[in-house]
């Protein structure tokens, strides 16, 4: 049934139906030690375990929909800090926390135990290699490119096996925002962790390992949000920025002070570099530097708006409280307004479906519900802290988001990754863990923006 023709429901007794199914779908992603994974190409079988995080637990191989079962260290810092979320809300049992708690032990230990890849006993024992099928061998990494996985290199790796085995195939790396995103997630979990001595220690282990891969590679180049471009990224540097800020505060707080001035100074160097990204003849914060130095076509792209999002807490420039980041999000409404026939003729309570950057190619090009549910969320951060009008017109902004993303959600409340831009059919990977996790993120701002305007 097309959105138009459904009966109309009020929007909170469907986002608490919504935010229900979202929990319960975000969980299928989580330590899936049910599932195996076969690859024949690539020669491998892959049975996940606990602690593992995958992107989606749909067991595609691009037929058509793609091959998500992998633990993304972006994605799966994003879910967890979505776990998060669900133990923090009022409604949440005590069973549920303890399920939710022991969720973040798994993915702790699964974390630490990746520091022991080490890509030359793969390089050295290419035996392995005879199980690629001929065609999918230009696909398969170099030994060279593989020996040097190790060590502190594991850091950028991008995305691992969820039987925490190194990924054989050819991808975008490095990808240096992984670390900086896990200490942010780590870091905001750690108060709930008071009473488990071990946790803690293990938690505190990883957590000194990211922020040390943080500060010596923030400003280095490397691959972008999406795995596409290479340079210096506006998401990259400004999670960084916020994790070494976090990560200062954290070692104050233990009486591990040593690390804790150069973090800062990292930090606001980072910040300083973000203030340029601005373009005041364009009306955006620019999404990247390429390292050709050539200008990107994808410099207006919603991962800024993420970049606010996924480094909350800063309550100046380069947060949900930036004009500038504002007026980014009504840059790129204009855009996907003009450029998705889906947005054409939407009624008024419904704000545009949001994709990630202007000409995008992948799959049906989105819409993307992340990127809806990141407009819903900015206003709602926003409007935390903010008084009258504006604080109405921030949460209305919000709502008509969550709107749109309520039009192109089928009944059973299923969301993949994308809904098509000309007919809002779904698309992409199917039960995508970040669009369930953006939708609690979402739904838990809008639950702190009413809370303070009340």
């Known amino acids: 049934m097309p959105p138009e023709e459904r009966p109309p429901e009020r929007l909170e007794a469907w986002i608490e139906r919504q935010h229900a199914h979202a929990a319960a779908s975000l969980l299928r992603s989580v330590s899936p030690v049910e599932l195996t994974k076969t690859r024949p190409g690539f020669g491998q079988t892959i049975r996940a375990k606990r602690g593992a995080i995958v992107a989606s637990p749909v067991l595609a191989a691009y ?15 994003i879910v967890v800090d979505a776990l998060r979320l669900l133990f923090e809300q009022p409604s949440a049992s005590a069973a549920d926390r303890a399920h939710l708690l022991e969720h973040f032990a798994d993915f702790i230990r699964f974390s630490l135990d990746l520091r022991e890849l080490d890509g030359r006993a793969l390089s050295d024992s290419p035996a392995w290699r005879a199980r690629v099928r001929p065609d999918f061998a230009p696909f398969v990494r170099s030994d060279t490119e593989l020996a040097a996985v190790h060590g502190e290199a594991v850091a950028a790796e991008t995305r691992v096996n969820p039987d925490g085995t190194i990924d054989i195939s050819k991808w975008g790396r490095p990808q240096n925002d992984g670390p900086a995103l896990r200490a942010l997630a780590v870091l905001r979990w750690m108060p709930h962790a008071a009473h488990d001595s071990a946790l803690r220690a293990a938690a505190a282990s990883l957590l000194s390992a990211d922020l040390a891969f943080t500060r010596q590679h923030a400003r280095a180049p490397c691959i972008d949000i999406w795995e596409e471009e290479h340079g210096l990224h506006y998401y990259t540097l400004c999670v960084s920025a916020a994790a070494l800020e976090a990560g200062a505060r954290w070692l104050e707080e233990r009486g591990a ?71 980014t999000l009504a840059r790129l409404a204009a855009l996907f307004d003009a450029e998705y026939a889906i947005n054409r003729n939407r009624p008024a309570s419904r704000a545009p479906a949001l994709g990630r950057y202007a000409g995008d190619v992948y799959y049906s090009g989105g819409a993307y519900y992340f990127s809806t549910l990141a407009g819903a969320e900015l206003s709602y951060r926003a409007a935390v802290g903010t008084d009258g009008r504006e604080a109405l017109a921030l949460l209305a902004r919000g709502d008509a988001f969550l709107e749109t993303v309520r039009a192109f959600t089928p009944p059973n409340g299923d969301l993949s990754e994308q809904f098509d831009q000309h007919t809002g059919a779904q698309t992409s990977a199917k039960h995508l863990a970040w669009s369930y996790a953006a939708f609690i993120s979402a739904i838990a701002a809008r639950r702190d923006a009413l809370t303070a305007s009340a």
């Open 63 to 77: 037929d058509p929909d793609p091959d998500y079962f992998f633990h993304w260290y972006r994605d799966s810092a």
């Open 257 to 327: 002070r040593n690390d804790a001035p150069a973090y800062r100074q990292e930090a606001s160097a980072i910040y300083h570099t973000l203030d340029a990204y601005w373009l005041a003849a364009e009306g955006y914060y620019r999404s990247r530097v390429l390292s050709s130095g050539a200008r990107s076509a994808k410099e207006l792209d919603i991962a800024v708006i993420f970049a606010a999002l996924h480094a909350a807490g800063r309550p100046q420039n380069h947060s949900a409280r930036d004009p500038r980041v504002h007026a």
